[in-house]
């Protein structure tokens, strides 16, 4: 039997703005739509639908994974319980990164740990001269991420990999095709390394919302007694590569005959390396410690988020 759009909202007992966005997700309608026709019928079947969501939302399941989707950067990115849902204060860590690259005509840009892949395909459409990679050691992930590519339009190469592993140091040190430099630009490149990895320590799933600690992938959201494992490790082996003594430097045409690292470490050394990070605002400062130890000659800084917490860490 048809029912109002009005008396069927208020037949919930979620967040009103909640039930308004599942029914517009029901509708195929954006949100407005449920303002404009409050007054409209929709079908039994429509608000059976829509019931079911609501009985899922009550028990915090997260809105994102109810309609399958995400805005992140002015766009809709897919997401499942597989991956992070995207989060409001990463969007900075692109600003950050397309102010540093949007200029450069020689950069590559590694998105490690792309989870849904919205950092990498936003940074791919907004500096269309980068060549973006992203890795994930989740397959699931990497699924998803490929397909919010497909959908966007967006240059993305995916390597299926755990932080700086074998597999992506590979596919880094494939000769790069020659790129038509813009008059100014030096030929000098960069390697920019981005990520949002799980920086949360294990005793926080105690007092997280239920909506994240039940439903989002605990693999996605902490790593170890303090949560610094992760960062500090991509740290280490990203460090490796402005530090190793001895590796000349090696043209493009003989590339092939060195081992991967090897390779890298020489792409490396003639290249500049940045590194932006997302991490937790308590662990900050002991990373940026510990990224002065290991980048003795790049700067250090610290940006914060807009609620005024430290939670980017950039090595340029």
Request: aromatic share 6%; charged share 25%; with cysteine.
């Amino acid at each position: 039997m048809p029912i109002i759009i009005s008396e069927l909202l208020h037949k919930t007992t979620i967040d009103p703005r909640e039930a308004e966005l599942l029914l517009a997700f029901v509708l195929k309608k954006d949100w407005p739509y449920i303002i404009a026709y409050a007054k409209d019928k929709v079908d039994s079947k429509v608000a059976k639908t829509f019931l079911s969501l609501v009985q899922r939302r009550k028990k915090h399941e997260p809105i994102a994974y109810l309609t399958g989707e995400q805005p992140f950067f002015g766009r809709d990115f897919l997401v499942n319980r597989h991956t992070l849902i995207p989060r409001p204060e990463t969007e900075i860590l692109v600003e950050l990164v397309k102010h540093r690259t949007c200029h450069m005509s020689r950069v590559t840009i590694i998105d490690v740990g792309t989870g849904s892949g919205c950092l990498a395909a936003t940074l791919a459409l907004e500096c269309p001269n980068a060549k973006v990679v992203a890795s994930d050691v989740s397959s699931a992930a990497l699924k998803v991420a490929q397909q919010n590519t497909e959908r966007l339009g967006a240059d993305v190469e995916f390597v299926k990999d755990d932080l700086l592993g074998k597999k992506l140091i590979q596919t880094l040190t494939h000769p790069l095709p020659s790129l038509k430099l813009r008059e100014g630009c030096r030929r000098r490149g960069e390697l920019c390394f981005v990520a949002n990895l799980p920086y949360l320590p294990s005793s926080d799933k105690k007092t997280m919302m239920p909506d994240v600690a039940k439903y989002e992938p605990a693999k996605a959201l902490f790593a170890g007694r303090d949560g610094s494992s992760l960062v500090v490790k991509l740290l280490q082996q990203i460090s490796s590569l402005c530090h190793s003594e001895g590796v000349r430097r090696v043209e493009e045409s003989s590339l092939t005959k060195i081992s991967p690292l090897r390779r890298l470490r020489s792409f490396g050394r003639n290249d500049r390396i940045a590194v932006f990070l997302e991490v937790d605002p308590r662990q900050t400062k002991k990373l940026a410690a510990l990224a002065h130890q290991l980048f003795p000659k790049h700067n250090i800084l610290i940006k914060q988020d807009l609620c005024g917490r430290e939670r980017f860490l950039i090595i340029v």
